[in-house]
């Protein structure tokens, strides 16, 4: 399984550089393969000024559905990849664009399966909960085509903050007015264009910690060290 995986990332590698080529000279797309099955991932050996992508491979298919073999470690590792995407996220003119028509052309394609097998398929996607995210892409375009939205409304703080929060609130504390919130974030996805009754708030099962130069208010809103 693995193999395969490796296998038809590097085709598909290849097969975008051979097709921009015809139109224009491309920058080069380079897409480093990761794999989870060995373990913990070093990210400090990963350059990602090199890189236009990376691809995780952690999921394999077992009685046809997707299953993790290292749910720990596989965690571990996509929270560490994850930082890095914050390092190197590049937003290009084109992308608002090309994200609506991934979603439709999803969309056109299920509903031809549709009439074939005659069952309902779903169109779905993760998106993130910050402002920046709604700001890139064209969400009200987009809802046309999504069966539900699911705001990951979580990770609003963590340690490499100066000061302590809750990372998946429900409502903004009086303490932080800066503070995002999963009220916060939902009601900007509603300003820009999804239904309400579209929108599936995510919450965290897991919490971030700090380390506090005192304990004065239990840490909470307060400067780490």
Excluded at 3 to 18: E, G, P, Q, R, T
Excluded at 112 to 117: A, C, D, H, M, P
Aim: some cysteine.
């Amino acid at each position: 399984m693995k193999k395969v995986i490796y296998n038809m990332s590097f085709l598909f590698c290849s097969a975008v550089l051979f097709m921009s080529s015809q139109v224009r000279k491309p920058k080069p797309v380079i897409i480093a393969y990761v794999g989870g099955y060995r373990g913990l991932i070093g990210t400090d050996s990963i350059d990602v000024w090199r890189l236009s992508h990376i691809n995780y491979a952690f999921v394999d298919i077992k009685d046809n559905r997707a299953w993790l073999h290292n749910e720990v470690w596989d965690t571990i590792n996509l929270r560490k990849l994850s930082e890095l995407k914050k390092i190197s996220n590049v937003y290009r003119p084109g992308d608002k664009e090309h994200y609506t028509l991934l979603f439709k052309d999803l969309r056109q394609n299920l509903d031809s399966l549709n009439q074939i097998t005659h069952m309902k398929y779903y169109v779905t996607t993760a998106v993130g909960s910050w402002q920046a995210y709604i700001d890139h892409t064209e969400m009200e375009k987009v809802q046309q085509y999504a069966d539900y939205i699911n705001v990951m409304s979580y990770d609003y703080a963590d340690g490499s903050d100066s000061v302590s929060g809750h990372h998946t609130n429900l409502y903004i504390s009086s303490s932080d007015s800066n503070q995002w919130s999963a009220h916060r974030s939902i009601q900007a996805f509603i300003t820009a264009g999804v239904p309400p009754s579209k929108i599936v708030m995510g919450i965290a099962f897991y919490g971030k910690g700090w380390q506090m130069a005192s304990a004065d208010n239990n840490g909470l809103y307060s400067a780490n060290t």
